[in-house]
């Protein structure tokens, strides 16, 4: 869909013509969560819009030291679509944040870094564009308890589909109709329990200017995705922050919880955000090249070879929370080993199915939904641009089903895999991040690392499991 504004004067009409009362600023921190402060649409001057509004950086995470607190936003007009979920009529811009110490675009905004990337491709003189097309997954719940202390740890999520349902007594019977363990891909109803809610969540996302494509029930119990239309590396993260914004709260509007996170449900399928991508030139696919394997060009084997190459960096980024790697595991279709294949799901990249050179792309498999999209794309794209800078060639292609494959044979085919667990993905950013400089400065690399280490790996490493307990106790 297009554009609700183009400008600030569009802006300031579109507004009075849907009462605004409420102009709400995002912008994205990060681990890609956004965040918000609201202005009353009284309070928003033409040279707010154009020169951005002051906020504390201090407070964000990572960010900014205390005696250097004060940033900018810089509202990106363009973005602007109306809030479907407030009692009165919001408009929500999102924005890049501004540093005033530096006089330049935040160097940790990934918003900003986002932009800063694809003018590393233009000026590399490689494409003018990089299209992106997120596929993310999602899990619906209607209970969720948690509970983390010293001497106890324990978790409880609950989903009508769940086969543990089947003896429950409920309020008007139990019908006993679920999707059962991997078994929940393309049923109808009434299997499939969520098709009015995922309708509800499709339509609105088509209100905040999503262009949708499909929605189905996914593999694992209580498990779904919705498809929108692919978009440029900024536009494409824009819309992944909006679809999260849109599952979460229809679901919470109607009781339910929505979540993203890769594994939370042991022995079942795993939420993933597949990402297509392409690169084009004076509008031609320099993916594409007919007759070839997969009718994929030389530049899109070494775009491939540079993701690849990389791999243990890229997925610092790409699957940046330990919850990623239980996914990351053999027998749940999980995309961990390092080949592609033309339309075959069990390779880390796929060749998806397309007629012609608009249709022509590489879908890479392995990253998930916990990542910033912004930064997941932008170190896609920079990986991918040194493999074709220093001609990477990838291991393939494999047209076998490599979930057959034993750990042995996947060694002695010498086929490279995705790295183990985060603390395997940060040290290979660590060792490995000289192809991210042309847009990350190494303060922005310096901090991600260290948060990583400080607010995911040590905190995961330090605490017992109840599997552990139950494993260990008695030795």
């Avoid at 973005?79 to 006089?103: G, M, Q, R």
């Avoid at 308890?145 to 008007?172: H, Q």
């Avoid at 980024?317 to 990623?324: A, D, I, K, R, V």
């Amino acid at each position: 869909m297009g554009k609700f504004v183009k400008n600030i004067d569009e802006f300031y009409e579109f507004c009075k013509e849907n009462e605004v009362q409420f102009v709400d600023f995002r912008f994205t921190d990060l681990k890609g969560m956004w965040h918000h402060v609201s202005y009353r649409m009284s309070a928003v001057s033409a040279d707010m819009l154009a020169n951005g509004l002051p906020f504390d950086g201090s407070s964000i995470e990572a960010w900014q030291p205390i005696n250097k607190s004060d940033m900018v936003l810089k509202p990106d007009v363009p973005t602007a679509f109306l809030d479907p979920f407030t009692a009165d009529s919001t408009i929500i811009v999102i924005c890049d944040v501004y540093d005033i110490y530096k006089n330049g675009l935040y160097e940790k905004c990934p918003r900003s870094i986002a932009k800063k990337a694809l003018q590393h491709l233009e000026g590399a003189g490689i494409g003018d564009a990089a299209y992106f097309g997120p596929e993310n997954e999602f899990f619906i719940f209607e209970d969720v308890k948690i509970k983390l202390a010293a001497n106890e740890s324990s978790y409880r999520l609950d989903t009508v589909d769940g086969e543990w349902n089947d003896d429950k007594d409920m309020e008007f019977g139990n019908m006993g109709h679920r999707a059962r363990t991997k078994g929940g891909y393309f049923p109808v109803m009434p299997i499939d329990s969520g098709v009015d809610l995922r309708a509800e969540m499709m339509q609105v996302l088509e209100d905040v200017g999503l262009e949708v494509v499909l929605g189905h029930h996914e593999v694992a119990q209580g498990q779904h995705e919705i498809g929108v239309k692919f978009g440029t590396l900024v536009e494409a993260a824009d819309n992944v922050q909006k679809l999260k914004y849109v599952i979460k709260m229809v679901a919470h509007l109607n009781g339910k919880s929505a979540t993203f996170m890769p594994k939370p449900l042991y022995g079942d399928n795993g939420n993933g955000m597949h990402v297509h991508q392409s690169i084009w030139k004076d509008g031609k696919n320099l993916f594409y090249k007919q007759g070839e394997y997969g009718n994929l060009s030389e530049m899109a084997l070494h775009y491939l070879g540079g993701i690849f190459k990389h791999a243990a960096a890229v997925a610092a980024f790409t699957n940046p929370s330990t919850n990623s790697y239980k996914r990351l595991i053999p027998g749940f279709e999980a995309p961990s080993i390092l080949t592609y294949s033309s339309q075959n799901r069990s390779a880390s990249c796929r060749i998806p199915y397309g007629a012609g050179e608009g249709a022509t792309r590489i879908e890479t498999r392995f990253p998930d939904s916990t990542s910033c999209p912004y930064l997941c794309f932008t170190v896609l794209m920079l990986a991918g641009l040194d493999g074709i800078k220093n001609k990477n060639v990838p291991v393939g292609p494999m047209d076998e089903d490599l979930f057959e494959l034993s750990l042995d044979e996947i060694r002695e085919k010498h086929i490279p895999q995705m790295p183990h667990t985060l603390r395997e993905a940060v040290e290979g950013l660590i060792a490995d991040h000289d192809f991210l400089t042309p847009v990350m400065t190494k303060e922005f690399i310096d901090t991600y690392q260290h948060y990583q280490f400080e607010r995911q790996i040590w905190p995961d490493e330090a605490r017992p499991t109840p599997f552990e307990i139950r494993s260990t106790y008695s030795c």
